[in-house]
């Protein structure tokens, strides 16, 4: 199981990106797919999750700029971060829970500052 996410870098406040996880091993519209991210010396924060059934759920600090979706047949799942702020600064995780199975990508770094 190999859970890839891309799409990470440097943007200006105010900017956007798109981050995907791209997954094989497993088929992601059967599994919870979350995305956290880990700032500096903070604590893992769940950002967004989408549910097997296509429920979606955001932290309140991202709620209204960030929409996490799922793409079946690329088996890939996007976060998509609009009007960045430099406190979204962070290593971006994707994870995928079903069951008692629980599988996490490597991070992707995105940093906002002008």
């Known amino acids: 199981v190999q859970l890839v996410e891309s799409g990470g870098g440097l943007v200006q406040p105010g900017g956007s990106l798109r981050l995907s996880c791209a997954a094989s091993?497993?088929?992601?519209?059967?599994?919870?797919i979350n995305w956290y991210r880990q700032a500096p010396a903070k604590q893992r924060e769940l950002v967004a999750s989408?549910?097997?059934?296509?429920?979606?759920n955001y932290a309140g600090s991202v709620k209204g700029r960030f929409t996490i979706s799922r793409d079946n047949a690329e088996n890939t799942v996007y976060l998509q971060m609009n009007n960045l702020k430099p406190e979204d600064t962070a290593v971006y995780h994707c994870?995928?829970?079903?069951?008692?199975?629980?599988?996490w990508g490597q991070g992707t770094q995105v940093t906002v500052s002008s």
């Open positions: 989408i549910t097997s059934g296509g429920i979606t």
């Open positions: 091993g497993i088929i992601v519209r059967i599994y919870r």
């Open positions: 994870n995928a829970v079903f069951v008692n199975l629980d599988y």
